[in-house]
């Protein structure tokens, strides 16, 4: 009896262990993942170094709790962060790129197709593994994927995609027990739609500044 108190124990205890470092290191995603958003919201090129080292951090977390497409996901986060930062310092020519607006048609189209890719990956994850949630983690991760690439291309309506990515993803992480995520993605819904019109504002100053310079230019 006494062999199986201690066994007991010395479970519990690990078990606690093991939660209160995954916490930690939770926590310090989260701050990282907070300043990634505030300073995208302002078009910082900072931003990159946040998502890095904060998707660096998720990257481990979503594979010890078998979200195995959230883990691949922020492997891409962290390429992308990459990708972000030299495509908003300008790359080889030298000057940043400015915040525009997709058409209706062509957001449609990309829909549709993320929308058929998510389906057929869902199904090969529910089919050949033992992932969690598998078509909704497919969902999440394939349109998180391309709305990524919107923020790094700065489309305007990324955040319109991250508002709907968002709200699921709420789910998702209370299901598995990431409760600091979870509470991180609320005010991540939040922040996206402020970022949403923080970028018009900047895409419509971008533009009278356009229309200005071409009518001065005008003999």
């Not at 962060?81 to 000057?95: C, F, I, N, T």
């Not at 400015?98 to 994850?125: D, E, N």
């Not at 992932?131 to 969902?139: K, L, R």
Request: with cysteine; aromatic share 16%; proline share 1%.
């Amino acid at each position: 009896m006494a062999e199986l108190w201690q066994l007991i124990q010395t479970t519990v205890l690990a078990a606690v262990t093991e939660v209160s470092v995954m916490t930690l290191w939770e926590l310090v995603a989260v701050v990282l993942a907070v300043a990634y958003l505030a300073l995208a919201m302002r078009t910082n090129i900072w931003c990159w170094a946040a998502a890095f080292f904060s998707t660096a951090i998720y990257t481990a977390l979503f594979w010890h709790v078998s979200l195995l497409m959230e883990s691949l996901l922020n492997v891409y986060y962290m390429a992308m962060a990459v990708y972000g930062y030299r495509l908003w310092r300008g790359g080889d020519k030298g000057s940043s790129i400015a915040v525009v607006s997709w058409s209706m048609s062509r957001h449609l189209t990309i829909i549709g197709v993320t929308t058929a890719i998510s389906l057929a990956v869902g199904y090969g994850m529910a089919t050949y593994t033992q992932a969690s949630f598998p078509y909704v983690d497919a969902a999440t991760t394939c349109f998180a994927v391309m709305t990524t690439y919107l923020v790094a291309k700065k489309v305007l309506e990324n955040w319109l995609y991250w508002v709907v990515i968002d709200l699921v993803s709420i789910y998702l992480y209370f299901s598995k027990g990431l409760m600091l995520t979870s509470v991180l993605f609320v005010f991540y819904v939040a922040m996206a739609i402020g970022g949403y019109f923080m970028w018009r504002k900047n895409m419509q100053s971008q533009q009278d500044s356009l229309h200005q310079s071409a009518h001065v230019a005008q003999p």
